[in-house]
């Protein structure tokens, strides 16, 4: 894939994005149309595109792949929480508000919303494959990594549940992993609906992105000098060493270009949840969720070229 390539397959989605921000800023539609858009495609269009992506033929090179892709997403966790240590140290921020939201952004990317429609558009349905085995780790991390970093704030660790890891996407990307070792097809009729369903995926996704911006004031939001900062960081230096990293290892092909990819991503939008129900600095986690969407536009299609010269 030349740069080329790389930028039109992006500017394909933040073209819907840009159609998001529009039909919320006039109100065409309200930002609770967007809620429920966000529970249909969580609910229902990311399921039936793990599935469909997933439930491929069993092979035993796939399945080796799997496992190494399950091994990179650990690293990726644990080379984030070391990046972090040094990112915080960079933005000299004292309040434990702001400093965990940092802490959490620095290992936590969109993964989901903005990672498995990005790496469908650059890579097909091997992309959304390896990605959405590559999130499995990142999925558990969320809510157990989430509550040890936010209850700095509070001083109390709320527990860990494994009924979180039940969501909807989780079990679809099980079942899709059942399907490919034991080979099962689904029904044509079956599998035609799985398929145009997932189809929505990418489009939804990415209208929804627009919307979500459209909450934000572009006069009040781009006040925080360190919010630009934790940008660069996140969105340009971290994905280019994570890079040069596999690339000393001698990793190529997809099991490099969806780890940088995924490193590539800006902050994911329900990082809120977990501000608000620890207390932390909701207000900083939407102004990086704003600023690093709005900048990936930029910085995912170079990390797409440069994943796949």
């Known amino acids: 894939m030349n740069i080329l390539m790389a930028y039109n397959e992006i500017l394909t989605l933040f073209l819907i994005v840009i159609i998001g921000l529009i039909v919320a800023k006039k109100k065409i539609v309200t930002q609770s149309f967007r809620k429920e858009l966000s529970t249909f ?41 070391l990046v972090k240590k040094m990112g915080v140290i960079l933005l000299q921020e004292k309040d434990v508000r702001r400093q965990t939201v940092y802490e959490f952004l620095f290992v936590i990317t969109n993964y989901g919303f903005m990672g498995w429609p990005v790496s469908y558009a650059l890579f097909g349905d091997d992309g959304i494959f390896y990605s959405s085995v ?23 660790r709320s527990r860990f549940s494994l009924r979180q890891l039940l969501t909807p996407p989780n079990i679809a990307t099980a079942i899709g992993l059942l399907f490919f070792i034991f080979s099962i097809s689904l029904p044509s009729q079956i599998s035609g609906v799985v398929s145009l369903l997932s189809a929505t995926t990418t489009p939804l996704a990415m209208a929804i992105a627009g919307m979500t911006l459209a909450a934000f004031s572009f006069r009040t939001v781009f006040s925080n000098r360190n919010v630009f900062l934790f940008t660069l960081l996140r969105l340009l230096v971290l994905p280019f060493v994570l890079f040069l990293i596999l690339k000393m290892f001698r990793i190529d092909g997809l099991l490099l270009a969806i780890p940088v990819i995924i490193a590539a991503m800006p902050a994911p939008p329900n990082v809120t949840v977990l501000t608000e129900q620890y207390h932390a600095d909701s207000y900083l986690a939407a102004q990086i969720i704003f600023i690093t969407t709005l900048l990936s536009v930029v910085t995912i299609p170079l990390f797409g070229y440069l994943v796949s010269v």
Not at 52 to 66: A, G, R, V, Y
Not at 134 to 150: D, E, H, M, V
């Open 41 to 81: 495609l969580f609910y229902v269009s990311i399921p039936a595109t793990m599935i469909n992506s997933i439930s491929q033929p069993f092979s035993e090179d796939k399945m080796q792949e799997i496992i190494w892709i399950l091994m990179l997403s650990v690293g990726f966790l644990i080379f984030g929480a």
């Open 134 to 156: 590559f999130a499995i780790p990142i999925n558990i991390s969320f809510y157990l990594y989430g509550s040890i970093i936010f209850s700095k704030v509070s001083g109390k």
